[in-house]
């Protein structure tokens, strides 16, 4: 981004053609990439839902190990209200919450407090509130934590958010296509300037100039 707006500012303000085709070559890479990945999220949903669910479960196996992960994961556990990948479950593929005997966390068959239902009269975060929850079957889960998983969330939630996204996607690519337009429109009144001096110096020393 650093580079990108270098060329286009110092481009447009010392008028250097080889800078502005460079903002205006890699605004237009960018935008095609992006034409490119929306147009391929849609065809490939299927594949691109798989890789939602490696995401998501390569992001439970590493709860623990990246705080800024981990308030994510949070965050979106509470927004969507979901628990999981598929299910609650999945939390067994963190150590700390894995299910098996041999573990011996004190989180041992839990989820993580972003998974509880909210109580309104609790005026501190019960952050163990998850505790043993795995063990329970979904009827059982469901009156303590939001037992669905979050890819079903995710997807429903895209779904229902299409014109949003539409429109998002629409505002990032307005500002780029015009960045494009008067970025060209910039060097060729450049290179009239320069056809232009060349033309008066070629003629100065004729007789009527």
Known sequence: MFLLTFCGCIG????NICLLQTFSLCL????????????????????????VSEFISDAIVHYRDDLDLQNLID?????????????YKDWSLNMYFNC??????????????SCCLPTPSQAVINTMCGQGVQA???????K?????????????????NLFLLGGMALGLAIPQLLGILLSQILVNQIKDQIKLQLYNQQHRADPWY
Do not use: M
């Open 12 to 15: 447009s303000l010392r008028e």
């Open 28 to 51: 237009t890479i960018v935008f095609l990439l992006q034409v490119a990945a929306g147009v391929l999220g849609f065809i490939f949903s299927d594949k691109a839902r798989g890789k």
């Open 75 to 87: 965050f979106g556990q509470k927004e969507f209200r979901c628990c999981g990948g598929i299910s």
């Open 100 to 113: 098996s005997e041999e573990n011996p966390s004190r989180e041992r068959c839990s989820v993580p407090y």
């Open 136 to 142: 329970f079957d979904y009827l059982e889960a469901s």
């Open 144 to 160: 303590v934590i939001y037992a669905n998983g979050c890819i079903d969330k995710l997807v429903n939630w895209i779904h229902s």
